[in-house]
């Protein structure tokens, strides 16, 4: 069973920036690639970005193209999203995901889910 657990959220102002961590407990998460998918108020779940096993890959949304950054650390067994130039429409719960697999943009492919850390981006 793997536990993935959020940090880094919070309330930030337009433009701004934020760095969320996942990191996991009760199993190394080197043999899994990751996701970031965020769901706002109302809204389905959807994707924000992805991260191959080694790192070598990395997939994002149209809308934060060019704004955030999603990078790992094997070696402290975290995922990061680094995220720039925070737009109101970025506000939503964020979720760290694993997949045993490849990387996608749809959840079905990611089998372990945290329980999500809030961004707030006010205008």
């Known amino acids: 069973q793997v536990q993935l657990v959020e940090s880094g959220g919070g309330l930030v102002q337009a433009g701004g920036s934020l760095r969320l961590a996942c990191a996991p407990s009760?199993?190394?998460?080197?043999?899994?690639?990751m996701g970031w998918f965020r769901q706002a108020p109302g809204k389905e779940r959807e994707f924000v970005s992805a991260?191959?096993?080694?790192?070598?890959?990395?997939n994002y949304a149209d809308s934060v193209k060019g704004r955030f950054t999603i990078s790992r650390d094997n070696a402290k067994n975290t995922v990061y999203l680094q995220m720039n130039s925070l737009k109101p429409e970025d506000t939503a719960v964020y979720y760290c995901?694993?997949?045993?697999?490849?990387?996608?943009?749809?959840?079905?492919?990611?089998?372990?889910w945290g329980q999500g850390t809030q961004v707030t981006v006010s205008s």
């Open positions: 009760g199993r190394t998460f080197r043999s899994f690639a």
């Open positions: 995901a694993s997949s045993p697999g490849g990387i996608g943009a749809s959840t079905s492919i990611y089998n372990y």
């Open positions: 991260i191959t096993l080694r790192g070598g890959i990395t």
